[in-house]
């Protein structure tokens, strides 16, 4: 009989001997899924981390969070090693909307996918032919409450575990190695497992043979609405929520089949979350601080000894605690010292929002929508080209605290990696190091600003707008007004208020620079104009003093994107008044500037041959200027062309200019003249 079942313990421990599957706990699953994936190196903030490739797929994948990823697999990993971090929960604290709960749910995700690989699937026991007993009435099987691994029955199929080994050896056929493996995660069967497993072994006078017939493994399901493997226990509010969501309870449906009264069968523990995940997975608590004193009094036990505990019954459990909190009621929670057990057995990650402008545009794409949108008649929406830019900038720049040291552009441009004039990497990393100092965790680095929600918030505004729906287009200078809004609306702090309305200036002046660079792109008929400029002066810089520079100022130099040789004449004038417009008077100093690019050029081309100096602001700036305001065909300067359109040759410079945006930079007939008419008023001129 037991030979013809597949489903048999000793088939599940052969699949083990010959590596078709894994034993292992929840720490150590995770820990190898993470750590098996692709691991880069990369710099952030001046230091340099590891970047987890796992957590970088997809189509929502997480931007950012490089220090916050590396904690979180640094504890899994300790965890895995046999750390203390294996008594702790690991609990993420910081402002609402910026993506804790997006995290853990990643991760989970992440997880399932991971076990749905067989080598890696999660398996239990459920006992069968109960109905022989004689004490469990009309229940015939039972399986494990807490989704047990058929390898903890095995390690507990004799009362002794002297026994349990020798079986491993003899009858399963698994080297000394294994079980030792096996061992390394003993841990005892739960209350209920363990008093059917005793009913058994009398029933069959202890012939273990015969007692394995009634043992039939079964896979663990893996569908996340169960909240089995991966369950999300949300905090409620204080009447409904109680220790029977997290523990379960006693059964009277149970109570009217089971006649022994001291069986622990009789309480159902899966009514609880804490059972579902017991075998193997991940318990998410979020915003656990909001439970009322008793429920987190329960975790303070679940996280410390990892068992269910009802009435002195205790059902062992294999889980990783992960939870969630914002500032506020952390704070609180941390207020009243004699909660203090409980934080002492929390892993406190402070996330902080993401302050990388470019990795914003990718957070800023998921609040945009990637479906095409619609204007409230029906009719196609149009996005403007520098939308995502604007309203990245808007949020970004309030994220980013105030310093002596830098400028608010400055510590922008260095947070995401870019050269800030003179200004090093090192100054941000002193100013980071210095807010982390602070005691009050929101003064920390990032970890103020406007989040991802408002983010949305902003951006649902703009949609619903007259204008918006009038010109079918969401045009990118409306945002920096419906940002306002929100913080107008949302922000509660008088503060953070005054501070976030001071960024959006600097934002909206960062805009001007950049519809500055738009529209000599148009003027000039293409989309790659200024860049080529600003080539064009750092490579003049770099051959004024090169040795073969002949009388005609001409100079050959292999260009390293291409690898060909290119001639460029070297203009002098040109060179100047780019100068002047950085305000370098003196020889002295125009010297200094030249020498600071071409070290920028000399580290920076080694490593990315497609670099381009559009980083360095005040530059582009200069050659933009130098650009537009130089005399236009004799029709004034570009805005007085654009602006004064009564004759003939200032209209057709106008009508090829929007042609060119429409068909070259991506623009429709609405924002590309909003975006004209913007350029040639004086609003945000810095």
Request: aromatic share 10%; hydrophobic share 35%; with cysteine.
């Amino acid at each position: 009989m037991a030979g013809e079942k597949k489903n048999t313990l000793k088939n599940h421990m052969l699949d083990i001997k010959n590596d078709k599957r894994v034993y292992e706990n929840s720490f150590q699953a995770i820990s190898r899924m993470i750590l098996d994936s692709e691991i880069e190196k990369v710099v952030v903030n001046g230091k340099t981390t590891y970047d987890f490739k796992i957590f970088r797929q997809g189509k929502k994948h997480i931007v950012g969070m490089y220090e916050e990823i590396n904690s979180f697999v640094s504890f899994v990993k300790d965890a895995a090693e046999g750390g203390s971090s294996k008594e702790m929960a690991y609990v993420l604290v910081g402002e609402p909307g910026n993506g804790k709960t997006y995290f853990v749910e990643y991760v989970s995700r992440l997880y399932r996918e991971f076990l749905g690989i067989e080598r890696n699937s999660k398996s239990t026991f459920k006992f069968t032919g109960l109905d022989k007993i004689g004490t469990y009435g009309k229940i015939t099987t039972i399986e494990s409450q807490t989704y047990e691994d058929p390898v903890v029955l095995a390690m507990n199929l004799f009362e002794s575990e002297t026994e349990s080994r020798k079986y491993f050896e003899t009858k399963f056929g698994l080297s000394e190695e294994q079980v030792a493996a096996c061992y390394h995660n003993y841990r005892p069967l739960g209350a209920c497992t363990a008093y059917i497993w005793n009913d058994i072994r009398n029933h069959c006078d202890g012939k273990m043979v015969d007692m394995l017939d009634f043992v039939e493994i079964v896979k663990v399901p893996l569908i996340e609405s169960l909240g089995t493997v991966t369950g999300k226990y949300p905090a409620k509010d204080k009447i409904t929520s109680s220790a029977v969501d997290l523990l379960g309870e006693e059964s009277i449906q149970r109570l009217l089949h089971i006649t022994d009264t001291n069986n622990p069968y009789r309480f159902d523990l899966r009514r609880g979350a804490l059972a579902r995940v017991g075998g193997g997975g991940i318990h998410f608590s979020d915003e656990m601080f909001k439970n009322k004193k008793d429920l987190v009094q329960v975790y303070l036990g679940v996280i410390q000894n990892r068992t269910i505990e009802m009435d002195g019954f205790k059902w062992p459990i294999d889980t990783m605690i992960v939870a969630t909190s914002n500032n506020s009621e952390f704070n609180r929670f941390l207020a009243e010292k004699e909660e203090a057990p409980i934080i002492d057995r929390c892993r406190i990650s402070y996330i902080s929002h993401n302050t990388n402008y470019l990795q914003q545009e990718q957070l800023t794409s998921y609040a945009i929508g990637s479906e095409s949108k619609t204007t409230l008649t029906r009719e196609v929406m149009h996005q403007d080209p520098n939308l995502n830019y604007a309203a990245s900038v808007a949020v970004i720049l309030t994220r980013l605290p105030h310093s002596e040291k830098l400028t608010p552009i400055e510590t922008m441009k260095l947070a995401a990696g870019e050269v800030a004039g003179e200004k090093s990497i090192k100054a941000l990393a002193e100013v980071i190091d210095t807010l982390s100092q602070d005691t009050d965790i929101t003064n920390r680095f990032g970890q103020k600003g406007l989040g991802q929600r408002n983010l949305g918030r902003a951006i649902q505004l703009l949609g619903e707008s007259s204008e918006t729906n009038e010109g079918c287009c969401m045009f990118s200078y409306d945002v920096f007004g419906t940002v306002e809004r929100v913080i107008l609306d949302y922000v509660t702090d008088a503060n953070d208020r005054a501070k976030y309305l001071d960024d959006l200036k600097v934002a909206r002046g960062l805009y001007r620079e950049r519809i500055m660079t738009e529209m000599f792109n148009a003027y000039m008929d293409e989309p790659q104009a200024i860049r080529k400029d600003v080539m064009n002066y750092v490579n003049m810089i770099i051959g004024i003093d090169a040795e073969h520079l002949g009388p005609d100022k001409m100079w050959k130099y292999k260009d390293p994107q291409t690898g060909e040789l290119k001639a460029l004449k070297v203009d002098e004038r040109f060179i100047k008044s780019i100068e002047e417009r950085l305000q370098l008077k003196t020889d002295e100093q125009r010297e200094t500037f030249r020498t600071t690019i071409r070290k920028i050029y000399g580290q920076k081309i080694g490593m990315d041959p497609n670099y381009d100096f559009m980083d360095n602001l005040e530059l582009v700036k200069a050659v933009t200027d130098v650009r537009l305001k130089s005399d236009i065909s004799g029709a004034g300067s570009l805005i007085g062309a654009l602006a004064n359109r009564t004759n003939e040759e200032n209209q057709k410079l106008y009508d090829r200019m929007i042609d060119t945006m429409l068909n070259k930079l991506g623009y429709c007939r609405t924002c590309a003249q909003k975006t004209i008419e913007y350029f040639c008023t004086q609003d945000d001129e810095s």
